[in-house]
């Protein structure tokens, strides 16, 4: 299955759908690649359509911006 | 605040390890706006409560090794993730035990649990209070209560049933209309190593009849309309940002958009809906006690506006970018201001 596609699940004759919504009985999902930038730097990168990757990166110490910014007003 | 007294401070609450899409951009104006504010992680940390005096109106509530008093918050963001303060855990078998038995460790424990969460319930209430976009308390809405409303305010809805037998499937089947299948609440969404599995709309005639059983749990069933095309609108601050999906032409996202690929995009374009829907879908998002929210409609063949269902908290970024909107920067423009801009 190419990256980046939706499929849908093929249950087998043994699977147990009795109780399940209907919905489930055609449900999609798709492969998602991980990786590490070259900073190393943690991205979690999902392949979608329009040849677009979106890369969103995880800042480490995102909850400390506040202080950057205010060291950055202190310094003006 | 932060080792000095800081007012105007705006506190985000979101996640750190997933649905982080539009958060960094609005960060990065809030930045560029220096306008200071608190990124709370919901699903790595969490508030705690310092000291609350009533009389004096006063709450100060710590966020990892700082302090800050509520009245120098001035806007509040709920995005995404679980609200709720920091409290000491018990253990009812290890530590009450000790004292009286295991019995009453675990009603203590219910007690506690209680009292833990009627000050939770008092100081978010406090918070939120403050001028705010979303609630923590209103993410999710009852998709049947909400086309219940949409229906009363003069919104067209698809015919919905809740079927639970492969008798009313036939019945169904033997009408001249397609039908469609979606999950009454939201969609599964999750992720099992690499593989991503989400629950989308599927139309009932893709789905093997050997599949089904005689008797299954009930399930949301709709009239399939045949589209022109959808429409995705974020309403925010009782502006509509809307933008029209091409999907129809599509095998792929002909039932639901989200089921793209590369082979064949979509197209996106900004779109105006008429004065009257958007009325409308004001007066619907009243009801529900929303101020945000991310609509789905089709337009359909026989020139239609349908109402599917509403997403109070919504993703936006979807919208903001294929059509320009800069939803990210009016979002941190908001939070500083308090105004639409």
Redesign the interface.
């Known amino acids: 299955m190419a990256e980046?596609?939706?499929s849908t699940?093929e249950?087998s004759e043994s699977d147990t759908?009795?109780?399940?919504?209907?919905?489930?009985?055609?449900?999609?999902?798709?492969?998602?690649?991980?990786q590490e930038d070259k900073d190393n730097q943690l991205y979690?990168e999902?392949k979608?359509?329009?040849?677009i990757t979106?890369a969103?990166?995880?800042?480490k110490h995102?909850?400390t911006?506040?202080?950057l910014?205010?060291c950055l007003?202190s310094k003006e | 605040m932060f080792g000095e007294k800081t007012s105007n401070v705006i506190i985000i609450f979101c996640q750190y390890t997933s649905a982080t899409d539009g958060i960094e951009q609005v960060l990065h104006w809030l930045d560029h706006l220096q306008a200071p504010y608190l990124r709370v992680n919901c699903d790595k940390e969490r508030l705690s409560l310092e000291y609350l005096d009533l009389a004096n109106d006063q709450i100060v509530l710590r966020h990892n090794e700082s302090t800050f008093d509520l009245a120098d918050v001035s806007a509040v963001w709920y995005w995404r993730g679980g609200v709720s303060l920091a409290v000491p855990q018990y253990d009812p078998s290890s530590i009450v035990q000790e004292i009286f038995s295991e019995d009453f460790g675990r009603e203590a424990v219910k007690n506690i649990g209680m009292e833990q969460r009627t000050i939770a319930s008092y100081v978010f209430g406090k918070l939120f209070k403050k001028p705010h976009i979303n609630d923590p308390y209103r993410t999710s809405v009852n998709k049947l209560q909400v086309l219940e409303i949409a229906q009363e305010i003069g919104l067209k809805v698809p015919k919905t049933y809740l079927l639970s037998s492969s008798k009313q499937i036939a019945e169904l089947a033997g009408e001249s209309s397609d039908y469609i299948t979606k999950a009454a609440h939201e969609g599964i969404m999750t992720t099992i190593g690499r593989r991503f599995y989400n629950g989308l709309t599927a139309n009932l005639a893709d789905i093997e009849s050997t599949l089904l059983n005689e008797k299954f749990h009930p399930s949301l069933v709709q009239q399939c309309i045949e589209k022109q095309y959808e429409i995705r609108s974020y309403c925010f601050m009782d502006e509509f940002y809307s933008m029209a999906i091409f999907s129809q032409n599509d095998d792929t996202t002909k039932t639901d958009f989200r089921a793209f690929t590369q082979d064949c995009p979509n197209r996106y374009v900004p779109y105006k809906l008429p004065k009257e829907i958007e009325e409308k879908l004001l007066r619907l998002i009243k009801r529900l006690g929303l101020n945000c929210g991310s609509f789905d409609l089709i337009y359909s063949a026989e020139d239609e506006y349908q109402f599917l269902e509403v997403n109070p908290v919504g993703q936006w970024m979807m919208t903001s970018v294929p059509c320009n909107y800069y939803l990210e920067k009016r979002t941190a423009l908001w939070l500083k201001e308090n105004t639409v801009q």
Request: hydrophobic fraction near 35%; charged fraction near 15%; aromatic fraction near 24%.
């Open positions: 980046g596609k939706y699940v249950y759908l009795a109780s399940l919504p209907l919905y489930y009985l055609r449900l999609y999902y798709m492969d998602i690649l991980f979690s999902c979608f359509n329009r040849g979106y969103t990166p995880c800042h995102i909850s911006r506040f202080n910014t205010k007003k």
